[in-house]
């Protein structure tokens, strides 16, 4: 019994985050910071900034095939080879589909990162704050429910977030995409000048800015104390950056965790559930499972962030069954794991056009041109409901050759450049919809014994109807500015492959309709937190990590002052 209590003891902590990526890593930093002793729990190896980025300085010729993946993984692999990032160089940062296979109801392709940082380390880090826009359109447009927070209760966590990670971005003004605290922006070259110039001359509605992201154009002492630097534009981000240029868990929020004091770090461990005590009326800990030894542990903790990534939380939720919770923890209104939405990117273009033949452009920026949403932004005006938001970048192509070019004639070609051309893409708000879920399997496992996924996601009628208006208007803006040989196209992607999948234990003012109430806590289950993706009501059109990270910030506060209470 004295050994027992020692071990409990020893595995014992004030907070258990589960996961490590974007909103994990932020959760590890907000809990240490504060004094917490946390235990981060992460499915996947261990990854160290620098020392686990083995491409990072690598050069194209040091990949065969220029690191194309060969046919083999494309055969073996065809999930995961659908995801712009994935290529020699950064496999070792994605799940193979393989050898974590799930059921898809509905084709679903669930893009994943099993590793200390997550999908941190190739996340595309561009970030925009939401506006009431989107926290009040659920209960103006009638869908989902009402979010049980406006902008006002965010936005002093969306600065906090903000300057700690490194935000470059130009203040806009538009009250639909509030400006933040940014560091020097990027630029638009020529020909992206030359669209916005047409765009502003055109419509009212309308503002051409250069996008927002998570990459330090101008480090501050606080970056620089902590080992980061500034951005090289040399887009070769998705394989680790060795500078910290850009915000990942392994180059940011961890390390700043670590240098508390306060943290333990616990790779490879999946958790298979969370353990609900009766008599207490609350979680007690969780159980895990070692990924390589397949030896079970359990831990302990007066609080527990769940920030596994959307579908994995809801997996996770549904599996740890009680008495008092025989359908998942938490799920009392039979609602976890349904109203699943996410970005749609179907509504996609290219152009060209003819000028500024004597001009170029700095490196490999790592953002683009946006234009915020539009349409239904102020009041129901379309056959479609919301609204979606329009990203471009121009360039030129490279290594003007002939089918001739050969020796000599094709080593002088290589450093010519050809003329302008400009892809356009949407990012479309869809609806969360019952019939939209995950559900576990009553059949298949794991390797870990764990009921695989069911995936049941598709798109309607409104997103078909959200592609066709953006390709209108996407066509008729690059007409008015003078580009020619316009194609605009439906990619026919499947849902997924946006990785901005959201939802399933969604936030509510109603424990009858919601699972979580306006500071993420469980309404059943009130030390149960959940702040990834999983925790949407609804899903806007802006990229949505930042609010991830703001969310878990606030999240901390309430928590940890309610522990200070005694209220935990």
Known sequence: MHLQTKLQQQNTYDAIVIGSGISGGMAAKELCEKGLKTLVLERGRNVKHIEDYPTSMSNPWDFDHRG???LEDKKENPIVNKCYAYEKATEHFFVKDKEHPYIQEKPFDWIRGYQVGGKSLIWARQTQRWSDFEFEGPAR??????????????APWYSHVERFAGISGNKDGIDSLPDGEFLKPWELNCLEKHIQKSVKETYADRKVIIGRCAHLTDPQEHHLASGRSACQARHLCYRGCPYGAYFSSNSS?????????NLTLRPDAVVTEIIYDDQKGKATGVRIIDRISKEEFVYHARIIFVNAACLNTNLLLLNSKSSRFPNGL???????????AFHQY?????ASFDGFEDQYYFGRRPTSAFIPSFRNLRKQEMDFQRGYMVAFSASRSKGVQSPESFGASLKESAGEVGPWHVFIQMQGETIPKESNHVRLSDEKKDDWGVPQLITSIAYDENDN??????????SEMLTNAGCHSINMYDSKQNPGVDIHEMGGVRMGRDSKTSLLNEWNQLHSCKNVFVTDGACMTSVGNQNPSLTFMALTARAIDYATKSMNKADL
């Not at 447009?141 to 965010?154: C, N, S």
């Not at 179907?346 to 290219?350: A, I, K, T």
């Open 68 to 70: 194309k993946m060969p």
């Open 141 to 154: 447009d009638g869908f989902a429910v009402d979010w049980p927070i406006r902008y006002k209760d965010l």
């Open 253 to 261: 929020s961890l390390p700043t965790a670590m240098a508390t004091g």
């Open 330 to 340: 938490g799920n009392d209104n039979g609602l976890l794991g349904k109203y699943i």
């Open 346 to 350: 179907r509504g996609q273009g290219l």
């Open 465 to 474: 109807k959200m592609m066709r208006d953006f390709q209108e208007q996407a």
